[in-house]
């Protein structure tokens, strides 16, 4: 009789959770039509059991081609008229 009645007994315990948090287990919990403490369970199950954590996938790049360039980024002066310019149109002067 005794395993019959310390399966169905849980350990309690205390959480401190923010309030996000406990408004969302609280909403999930009603949803789903369980106790909020059966709902962080499961959660914490879930998370818990998935120990590796997950490889980020690569990088990906964007890439297009740009075109001739408009302007040598050495040549000071020629890329500071070239800004004044597009400075001047973007106005609407």
Do not use: C, Y
Not at 7 to 30: E, G, K, Y
Not at 64 to 72: L, N, P, R
């Amino acid at each position: 009789m005794t395993s019959i009645l310390t399966s169905r007994i849980m350990p309690r315990t205390t959480f401190d959770l923010d309030a996000t948090v406990l408004a969302d287990l609280r909403h999930r919990a009603a949803a789903e039509g369980k106790s909020m403490g059966r709902v962080a369970s499961e959660l914490l199950a879930v998370g818990l059991g998935d120990e590796k954590p997950k490889q980020a996938s690569p990088l990906r790049w964007a890439r297009k081609e740009m075109g001739a360039f408009k302007v040598d980024l050495e040549d000071k002066e020629a890329l500071s008229n070239l800004l004044d310019r597009e400075e001047f149109e973007r106005s609407g002067r």
